[in-house]
C-alpha cells in the first residue's frame, strides 16, 4: 500500500511569489492535515481538511489557504511569500473522521523562498 | 490551550545504554498521547501512542506510560542503538476540544537523540 506522497520534494522561489504544494493521502483515508516545520518554531498545525472540507486551521495568516478534492488529495498555496516562509511543510493523512487517529506522514516538501 | 513540553536535546548515549526522554503535557480535556520519530530528510512516523490513563504504549522496544496525576508521558528504552538515532517528538491530540472531530496534533520542540557506538 502506498504511503502519503507529497510533491514537489523541493521547491525554491523568490519572495512575492506564490507556490502550491500537493499532497496524495493514503488510500481510503479521507483526512489531510498540514505542518510547518521550522527551527525556530517547530511544528506547527496548518489546517486539517475531511470530505473536502476544512474542519480545523491554525494561526497563520490568510497567505496560507488549502482544499481537498473529492478523491481526498490535497493541496495548499501560499501567495505572496515572505523569507519567513522557508519550511519543510508536512501532510498527514489518516482514515476516519472522528479524531485521535493514528496520522502518516509523508516525506515533506522543502521550501526555500529567496 | 493544549500544550506539550519535552526535554531539550541533544541527548548523546552510548550504545546499549537507557534512553529516558521526559515530556509533560497540558489539556483542558482527555487527549490522546503519542511519540513520532523523525529520521534525517524524512517525515514522522508513529513510534507508539496512549489514548487513555494508565496505558502503556510499545514498540520497537521503546515504552511510555500515560500519567495523568503527573500529566506525563516520558518515552524510555532500555538499550539504544545507534540506529535509533533520530528526532524524538512527543504530541498530544484532543477532539474533544473541537466537538470531536479534529486528528490535530500538538507538537513538543522535539529532542534529538545521539547514539554513539
Known amino acids: 500500500k502506498a504511503g502519503v506522497t507529497q510533491t514537489p520534494r523541493y521547491l525554491i522561489k523568490t519572495r512575492g511569489q506564490q507556490v502550491t504544494l500537493s499532497c496524495s493521502p493514503i488510500?481510503?483515508?479521507?483526512?489531510v492535515s498540514w505542518y510547518q516545520q521550522t527551527p525556530g518554531q517547530g511544528l506547527q498545525f496548518l489546517f486539517e481538511?475531511?470530505?473536502?472540507?476544512?474542519?480545523n486551521k491554525g494561526n497563520f495568516p490568510g497567505r496560507f489557504s488549502g482544499r481537498q478534492f473529492s478523491n481526498s488529495r490535497s493541496e495548499m498555496n501560499v501567495s505572496t511569500l515572505e523569507l519567513g516562509d522557508s519550511a519543510l511543510y508536512l501532510c498527514a493523512s489518516s482514515r476516519a473522521g472522528q479524531g485521535a487517529n493514528i496520522q502518516y506522514f509523508g516525506a515533506g516538501t522543502r521550501l526555500s523562498v529567496l | 490551550g493544549n500544550s506539550v513540553t519535552q526535554m531539550e536535546g541533544p541527548v548523546t548515549l552510548s550504545e546499549e545504554a537507557f534512553l529516558t526522554i521526559n515530556c509533560t503535557y497540558t489539556a483542558t480535556g482527555y487527549p490522546s498521547l503519542f511519540w513520532y520519530v523523525q529520521y534525517p530528510g524524512e517525515g514522522l512516523q508513529l513510534l507508539l501512542k496512549a489514548t487513555k490513563a494508565d496505558d502503556k504504549g510499545s514498540n520497537k522496544g521503546f515504552e511510555a506510560t500515560y500519567r495523568k496525576e503527573t500529566t506525563s508521558f516520558h518515552l524510555e528504552k532500555g538499550s539504544v542503538q545507534v540506529s535509533d538515532s533520530a528526532v524524538y517528538f512527543c504530541?498530544?491530540?484532543?477532539?474533544?476540544?473541537?466537538?470531536?472531530?479534529?486528528?490535530?496534533?500538538?507538537f513538543g520542540t522535539g529532542t534529538l537523540l545521539a547514539v554513539q557506538p
Open positions: 488510500s481510503g483515508h479521507r483526512s
Open positions: 481538511y475531511f470530505s473536502e472540507t476544512q474542519r
Open positions: 504530541a498530544l491530540s484532543d477532539p474533544r476540544e473541537y466537538g470531536g472531530a479534529t486528528n490535530k496534533l500538538i
